[in-house]
Nanobody, 122 residues
Framework: QVQLVESGGGLVQAGGSLRLSCAAS????????IGWFRQAPGKEREFVAA????????SNADSVKGRFTISRDNAENTVYLQMNSLKPEDSAVYYCAAGLRIRDYPGSWDYWGQGTQVTVSS
């Protein structure tokens, strides 16, 4: 079955960096766009960034532009989210998702991971 496994979350001070990974199995990885979403307590799941199947198209939420970078390695079936200049408001559970197209709406993605917690202290 399809599995997406996130890793790399943790506790970091404001201004620090983390790199999240999303490792995929059970699907033809190179055919899928991969997106990152996040959800803070009491808030809706929100779009963070996404990358097309070949890396040729990237979309970022305004809130993370210039700070987060998404990339992928199709040979390793892995997508990365490099997060720099982290802010307390970036604290959330981060999820990766696989789908056939880049969309900023969570319901349009086909497969989801279990999430990894990111906490940014002030």
């Amino acid at each position: 079955q399809v599995q997406l496994v996130e890793s790399g979350g943790g506790l970091v001070q404001a201004g620090g960096s983390l790199r999240l990974s999303c490792a995929a199995s059970g699907l033809t990885f190179r055919r899928y766009a991969i997106g990152w979403f996040r959800q803070a307590p009491g808030k809706e799941r929100e779009f963070v960034a996404a990358i097309s199947w070949n890396g040729g198209s990237i979309s970022n939420a305004d809130s993370v532009k210039g700070r987060f970078t998404i990339s992928r390695d199709n040979a390793e079936n892995t997508v990365y989210l490099q997060m720099n200049s982290l802010k307390p408001e970036d604290s959330a559970v981060y999820y990766c998702a696989a789908g056939l197209r880049i969309r900023d709406y969570p319901g349009s993605w086909d497969y989801w991971g279990q999430g990894t917690q990111v906490t940014v202290s002030s």
